[in-house]
C-alpha cells in the first residue's frame, strides 16, 4: 500500500491537479493537513475526502509546525497498512519513469529503506501576464538543475518505508527512526517536477505566510525555511519582490540560449497529464446580471460534486471579472442574446464537447445542486445505457429556504433544463437551444424534452430532487400554496407560447 502525505495552506491553484495526478500514478492513499486555507483548498480535499480517497485532519495554528504535523500523518499512514510513504508538498508532482508509482517502489530491494528523489523547478511564467489557462499550459519549461534561492542545490527529497516509529524532519528532506536517520540510496526511477512558483501574487502569499508562520513557531531553529526568510527579509519587505520574481526568469533571447544548451528543458509532461485528466460531465450555466453571491453559490455546488465537473459559466454579455480566478472555464460573450440563455447553454456546451466532456448538465446562475447530483444521474445513465436522464428538484424560497419537491415534474411533459444529463448520443439535439421559434425559449425545457422524446433516444428518469431551484416568479408560490414574497416576478404567460407551438402544427406540451 503506498500512501501520500501532505501539508497546505492556500494552495487551491494547483492541488486538485496534485491530488488526481498521484492517485491516477497508484497512490492509494492521501493523509492531509490543511492548515487555515482560505481560499478553496479545504473544500478540495473535502471533495476527495467525501469520495472516500482521502483522509483530511486540519490545524488552525498557523505556526507551520511541518515536522510534528508530517510525522504525525506518516505514523498515521503505518497504521493504515502502508508500506511506502511518500511526504509531498502540493507543488511537487513525483513522476516515475516507467509504470507507475507503485510499481516502481515495489521493484525495490527489500533491504532499502528509502529512496532519495531528485526535484527541479519550473520556470515562472512572466509577472505581467493576462493569460488564465492552468499553471501546467503556461509552465513548461523546466531547469534541468534546479538551486534554491541561496545559490544551493536543491536537496534531494525522500520516499521511505513506513514505520510507526518514524520522525520526519521540518523540509520533508528527511526521515529517522529511534533518533537514527533512515538510511536512503538514490534512484533515479523517480523524479519530481517541482512548481513552486506560479504567479507574483503566490510567490508573495507563499513568502509572507510562510515566513510570519514560522517566526510564530517556538520549536524549529531559525534555520528552518532559510530561504523563505531570506526571500521575506530582502526583497517582500523592501518592496523589491517583483523584481526578485522577475529576475527569476531569464528574457526570451537568454531562454533561446539556455534551451539550445540543454540548461533549460521544455517538458510538457505535465502539460499532457494533467490536461487529458477532463472529468466525464460539463455543467453549463449562462448568467447575465445576476447577483455574484448567487454564481458563487451556483459555482460551489459544483465544485462540491462527489462526481467531479467542468464548470462552463458563459456570460451573456455582462461578464464577471471575478469569475476568472475561479476554477472554472470561464466563456464571455459580446453581447446578449435575449433568449434566457438559449444561446449562452449551446455555445458552452460546445465548448465543453470540443474538450472532450461525454455529458452536459445545465445549472442556472440563481440555482445550485445537491452534492451527488451529477454522480446520481451519471450512475443511472451507465446503469441504463440511457442518452438523457432527468431529475426532480426541489423548490427554494427567494432566500434559499426549502419549500419542497417540485409537483409540476413530469418525464413526459416537463423536466427543468437544471434537471437535465445529455449523453453524447443526444449531443445532436442540443442546436435546438437556438433553433427553436423565439416564442420557445419561454418553454425551453418543454421544447427540449419534445426533441428528446421525438428522437428514440433511450430516456430515463429518476425521482430525485437534488436540483435546488430558486423561486423567481409568482406562480409556483400559488402552485405550494404559499404568500408571494415580495421581490418576484409576475408569473409570464406560457400558455400564450402553448398556443403559438400548437398553431405551429406541433403536438401538445401542456
Request: proline share 4%.
Given at each position: 500500500m503506498l500512501v501520500l502525505t501532505l501539508l497546505c495552506r492556500d494552495e487551491a491553484d494547483i492541488l486538485e491537479s496534485m491530488l488526481s495526478f498521484h492517485l491516477a500514478q497508484g497512490v492509494d492513499r492521501i493523509i492531509a493537513t490543511d492548515n487555515g486555507s482560505v481560499d478553496g483548498s479545504l473544500e478540495i480535499l473535502q471533495l476527495f475526502e467525501?469520495?472516500?480517497?482521502?483522509?483530511?485532519?486540519?490545524?488552525?495554528?498557523?505556526?507551520?509546525?511541518?515536522?510534528?504535523?508530517?510525522?504525525?500523518m506518516a505514523r498515521m499512514a503505518t497504521a493504515m497498512g502502508a508500506d511506502w510513504v511518500i511526504n509531498s508538498d502540493a507543488d511537487e508532482f513525483w513522476w516515475p519513469q516507467?509504470?507507475?508509482?507503485?510499481?516502481?517502489?515495489t521493484q525495490l530491494s527489500e533491504s532499502v529503506e528509502g529512496i532519495l528523489v531528485e526535484r527541479t523547478n519550473f520556470l515562472p511564467p512572466p509577472r505581467?501576464?493576462?493569460?488564465?489557462?492552468?499553471?501546467?499550459?503556461?509552465?513548461?519549461?523546466?531547469?534541468?538543475?534546479?538551486?534554491?534561492s541561496l545559490g544551493a542545490a536543491l536537496p534531494?527529497?525522500?520516499?521511505?518505508?513506513?514505520?510507526?516509529?518514524?520522525?520526519?524532519?521540518?523540509?520533508?528532506?528527511?526521515?529517522?527512526?529511534d533518533g537514527k536517520p533512515i538510511a536512503a540510496v538514490k534512484d533515479a526511477s523517480i523524479e519530481i517536477l517541482h512548481v513552486p512558483i506560479r504567479s507574483y501574487t503566490q510567490l508573495e502569499l507563499k513568502i509572507r505566510q510562510g515566513t510570519e508562520a514560522l517566526?510564530?513557531?517556538?520549536?524549529?531553529?531559525?534555520?528552518?525555511?532559510?530561504?523563505?526568510?531570506?526571500?521575506?527579509?530582502?526583497?517582500?519587505?523592501?518592496?523589491?519582490?517583483?523584481?526578485?520574481?522577475?529576475?527569476?526568469?531569464?528574457?526570451?533571447?537568454?531562454?533561446?540560449?539556455?534551451?539550445?544548451?540543454?540548461?533549460?528543458?521544455?517538458?510538457?509532461?505535465?502539460?499532457?497529464?494533467l490536461g487529458n485528466s477532463l472529468p466525464r460531465v460539463a455543467v453549463i450555466t449562462p448568467y447575465y446580471k445576476e447577483p455574484l453571491a448567487q454564481l458563487r453559490q451556483c459555482h460551489d455546488s459544483v465544485l462540491a460534486q462527489s462526481e467531479p465537473c467542468l464548470h462552463v459559466l458563459v456570460a451573456d454579455g455582462h461578464p464577471r471579472r471575478r469569475i476568472n480566478h475561479w476554477r472554472a472555464e470561464h466563456v464571455r460573450l459580446p453581447r446578449s442574446h435575449g433568449d434566457i440563455g438559449s444561446t449562452p447553454r449551446l455555445i458552452g456546451s460546445y465548448h465543453a464537447i470540443g474538450l472532450g466532456v461525454d455529458a452536459v448538465a445545465f445549472l442556472d446562475a440563481d440555482n445550485w445542486y445537491g452534492p451527488d447530483?451529477?454522480?446520481?444521474?451519471l450512475k443511472a445513465m451507465d446503469e441504463h445505457r440511457a442518452d438523457f436522464i432527468s431529475s426532480s428538484r426541489t423548490l427554494c424560497r427567494l432566500d434559499g429556504s426549502v419549500m419542497g419537491p417540485c409537483p409540476l415534474t413530469n418525464p413526459d411533459r416537463f423536466i427543468d433544463t437544471n434537471a437535465m444529463l445529455v449523453g453524447r448520443n443526444a449531443f445532436p439535439l442540443l442546436h435546438h437551444w437556438v433553433l427553436m421559434p423565439p416564442y420557445g425559449h419561454l418553454?425551453?425545457?418543454?421544447?427540449?424534452?419534445?426533441?428528446?422524446?421525438?428522437?428514440?433516444?433511450?430516456?430515463?428518469?429518476?425521482?430525485?430532487?437534488?436540483?435546488?431551484?430558486?423561486?423567481?416568479?409568482?406562480?409556483?408560490?400559488?402552485?405550494?400554496?404559499?404568500?408571494?414574497p415580495e421581490g418576484v416576478q409576475p408569473r409570464p404567460d406560457y400558455e400564450a407560447s402553448f398556443r403559438q407551438w400548437e398553431a405551429d402544427g406541433q403536438p401538445p406540451l401542456r
Open positions: 467525501r469520495r472516500g480517497q482521502l483522509t483530511l485532519l486540519q490545524e488552525a495554528e498557523q505556526t507551520h509546525d511541518q515536522a510534528v504535523w508530517v510525522t504525525r516507467q509504470g507507475n508509482l507503485k510499481s516502481s517502489l505581467k501576464s493576462n493569460d488564465q489557462r492552468p499553471f501546467y499550459q503556461r509552465q513548461t519549461l523546466r531547469e534541468r538543475v534546479s538551486r534554491n534531494p527529497k525522500l520516499i521511505h518505508r513506513a514505520h510507526p516509529g518514524v520522525e520526519i524532519t521540518d523540509g520533508n528532506h528527511g526521515a529517522s527512526v517566526q510564530r513557531n517556538k520549536r524549529v531553529d531559525p534555520g528552518v525555511g532559510d530561504s523563505w526568510r531570506k526571500i521575506y527579509a530582502n526583497h517582500l519587505s523592501q518592496g523589491s519582490l517583483p523584481s526578485y520574481y522577475d529576475s527569476l526568469r531569464p528574457n526570451p533571447a537568454a531562454i533561446a540560449a539556455q534551451v539550445v544548451r540543454g540548461e533549460l528543458i521544455d517538458d510538457r509532461r505535465l502539460q499532457k497529464a447530483h451529477i454522480s446520481s444521474l418553454i425551453g425545457d418543454r421544447v427540449m424534452l419534445h426533441h428528446v422524446r421525438q428522437s428514440g433516444l433511450r430516456h430515463h428518469h429518476l425521482d430525485l430532487p437534488s436540483v435546488f431551484y430558486r423561486c423567481a416568479k409568482a406562480g409556483l408560490y400559488r402552485q405550494m400554496g404559499e404568500a408571494i
